[in-house]
């Protein structure tokens, strides 16, 4: 198999290659503080309140942290968890170990 190119076309592929240099990198993923307070969700007093007498008081914190070992803690149910995953879901983050298919 011969392939030919033309110089004209190897003009046009240096053109482009130029342009496409000078377009800003796009991330896949906005970086996220994590060492902002888990304050910035609007969790209800009570999740609140049982995320921080575990000591989870950034997002960090919280991130480390797995469904099961947030179920096993005193006051954290169902209830509580769904409202930690929609929370983290809604910035694009997930508990250890859960993925987030459809983050924005």
């Given at each position: 198999m011969k392939i030919t190119i033309e110089i004209s076309d190897i003009n046009e592929l240096i053109k482009l290659?130029?342009?496409?240099?000078t377009m800003p990198e796009i991330e896949d993923k906005p970086r996220f503080d994590l060492t902002q307070s888990i304050?910035?969700?609007e969790f209800t007093v009570r999740t609140k309140n049982c995320l921080l007498a575990?000591?989870?008081?950034?997002v960090g914190d919280l991130i480390k942290w797995s469904r099961v070992e947030l179920l096993k803690t005193p006051n954290i149910g169902k209830k509580s968890l769904l409202e930690i995953i929609?929370?983290?879901?809604?910035y694009g983050l997930s508990l250890?170990?859960?993925s987030v298919p459809n983050a924005n």
């Open positions: 290659r130029d342009w496409l240099n304050g910035i969700f575990e000591n989870i008081e950034t929609d929370a983290l879901s809604s250890r170990g859960d």
